[in-house]
């Protein structure tokens, strides 16, 4: 099975927890990223902002286990369950999802 890159050669990815199921974030891979998690069994990602290869945690500390990765009926989005070294988010928070938006009445 291979992911269906889009255009711009990104895969869209869901990392969550593998002991929680909490979502923990969504980035991007591309087929760099993908080949080196599936490798190193750490999750690596391609930053949109800096145009760059990241190995998340490689400046936090906060790396992220590798437990498995699923990739969605289409093929163009995964889910990659991890066991984290710290929080996810780059605010300290456990996961980048904390900002609850009000339903209206």
């Not at 909490?22 to 891979?29: D, S």
């Not at 699923?70 to 984290?84: E, G, K, Q, Y």
């Not at 605010?91 to 900002?99: A, K, M, R, S």
Request: hydrophobic letters at 35%; glycine letters at 4%.
């Amino acid at each position: 099975m291979k992911p269906v890159f889009d255009k711009s050669g990104l895969l869209t990815t869901v990392v969550c927890d593998a002991r929680t199921n909490k979502v923990l974030m969504v980035a991007w891979m591309n087929e760099e990223s993908y080949a080196l998690t599936k490798k190193t069994h750490q999750t690596w990602f391609w930053s949109r902002s800096r145009q760059k290869l990241w190995h998340k945690g490689e400046e936090s500390g906060n790396t992220q286990e590798v437990v498995s990765m699923t990739l969605d009926c289409d093929f163009d989005t995964l889910l990659v369950s991890v066991i984290p070294a710290g929080p996810a988010c780059h605010t300290g928070h456990e996961t980048c999802f904390f900002n609850e938006v009000e339903m209206e009445e």
